[in-house]
């Protein structure tokens, strides 16, 4: 037989604005949201986590390099960027593009870019999405 608990709702008044949404919309939330940091240089950095198809896309982007694990590692970081000061900063098609993107970001781009990871999705340790690997 099967056992069901029925929970009382809570009113409007008393509900966080998390509770009006089931689990799997919360974490899509999540997912989906974007963060703005800034770096030590004053720059307002835009990121979002990149979903699978982006992982994929960088993998393509970098050709033979992908091979190379501390490179594409390296790289994973810059694909969280979506604009710089509000300009919008596409991800990297090539490895040109990339080399670009890193220039670009500088080391203190790439500080700011993974302290906000570690905050707000919480990294793995090699850079990649833990949910992939599963």
């Given at each position: 037989?099967?056992?069901?608990?029925?929970?009382?709702?809570?009113?409007?008044?008393?509900?966080?604005?998390?509770?009006?949404?089931?689990?799997?919309?919360?974490?899509?939330?999540?997912?989906?949201?974007?963060?703005?940091?800034?770096?030590?240089?004053?720059?307002i950095?835009?990121?979002?986590?990149?979903?699978v198809?982006?992982?994929?896309?960088?993998?393509?982007?970098?050709?033979?390099?992908?091979?190379?694990?501390?490179?594409r590692?390296?790289?994973i970081?810059?694909?969280y960027?979506v604009?710089?000061?509000?300009?919008?900063?596409?991800?990297?098609?090539n490895?040109?593009?990339?080399?670009a993107l890193?220039?670009?970001?500088?080391?203190?781009g790439?500080?700011?870019?993974?302290?906000?990871?570690?905050?707000?999705?919480?990294?793995?340790?090699?850079?990649?999405?833990?949910?992939?690997?599963?």
């Amino acid at each position: 037989m099967t056992k069901i608990t029925i929970n009382p709702q809570r009113d409007a008044a008393t509900a966080s604005a998390e509770d009006a949404y089931t689990p799997t919309q919360a974490i899509l939330r999540k997912e989906a949201s974007q963060v703005d940091v800034t770096d030590a240089r004053g720059r307002i950095l835009t990121l979002k986590k990149p979903d699978v198809l982006a992982q994929f896309d960088l993998i393509e982007a970098l050709g033979d390099l992908a091979k190379n694990d501390v490179y594409r590692i390296m790289c994973i970081p810059a694909i969280y960027v979506v604009a710089i000061d509000g300009s919008p900063a596409p991800s990297p098609s090539n490895r040109e593009q990339m080399r670009a993107l890193i220039s670009r970001l500088g080391e203190e781009g790439f500080e700011a870019i993974k302290s906000a990871i570690d905050k707000h999705w919480g990294a793995a340790e090699d850079g990649g999405d833990e949910s992939v690997k599963k």
